[in-house]
């Protein structure tokens, strides 16, 4: 089954900036989610965006998607020191819808 | 309300010994899955459920790993003749039965597992 390859594969920037994450995959898609994971909060669900969907907003999160290239990002804009974790993409393909997840990005926001 | 649960949330085990990690989804969840996470690495997916149909085992590594579901709810994931390769977080997560394309997986804390 594929998975989802996010890029970088770390990412250091000052609070206020924004922070882009991409995810590339192989295969066609069912949906593609993005998640969290910090040592405290565990893997936390930020976003679900549909095969048919480009473009999808959940506060400061922006995510988009391009059948076309098979591929998607994660925009946060206006960064807090709180958004310091990792983020992966775990696409879904098939009939089983289940979800797989690449190495992440690991984000670090300084204060 | 409650969200997915597992037990033990560490387990220290000597190398050849079985073990057994518990996962309690969230109520009236219809799918469950087990992944696991080594240390600085992305999740790598084990074994899906999903209601009373044949559970998708094609990520299990070996035949040493198994799972159960037991009557939809309770799963319980063992590891026979533990290996060091084995140690890694063993992450489970439940989905609720929603429509087309809104699979969301709800992840419990993990248990760690370290064979010495």
């Known amino acids: 089954s594929q998975q989802g390859e996010e890029d970088p594969q770390a990412l250091s920037i000052q609070e206020g900036e924004n922070a882009t994450m991409n995810c590339s995959y192989k295969t066609s898609i069912n949906n593609l989610q993005w998640y969290r994971q910090n040592s405290g909060r565990g893997l936390v669900h930020l976003i679900l965006i549909r095969s048919n969907e480009r473009e999808k907003h959940s506060g400061r999160l922006r995510v988009t998607l391009d059948t076309s290239k098979k591929s998607s990002s994660l925009l946060i804009t206006a960064s807090r020191a709180a958004d310091t974790a990792s983020y992966f993409c775990a696409p879904s393909s098939g009939g089983s819808y289940i979800p797989t997840f690449g190495r992440g990005t690991s984000l670090i926001v300084h204060p | 309300g409650a969200g997915v649960s597992q037990s033990p949330s560490n387990k220290v085990t000597e190398k050849g010994k079985d073990v057994e990690l518990r996962c309690d989804p969230i109520?009236?969840?219809?799918?469950l899955y087990w992944y696991r996470q080594s240390l600085g690495q992305g999740l790598e997916f084990l074994i899906y459920?999903?209601?009373?149909?044949?559970?998708?085992k094609s990520g299990l590594p070996s035949d040493r790993f198994s799972a159960e579901r037991t009557g939809g709810s309770v799963s319980t994931l063992t590891i026979q003749r533990t290996q060091q390769e084995d140690s890694a977080v063993y992450l489970c997560?439940?989905?609720?039965?929603?429509?087309?394309?809104?699979?969301?997986?709800?992840f419990g804390p993990g248990t760690r597992l370290t064979v010495l």
């Open positions: 109520s009236g969840h219809t799918a």
């Open positions: 997560a439940s989905s609720p039965p929603t429509g087309w394309g809104s699979n969301e997986q709800f």
């Open positions: 459920f999903q209601g009373n149909s044949a559970p998708d």
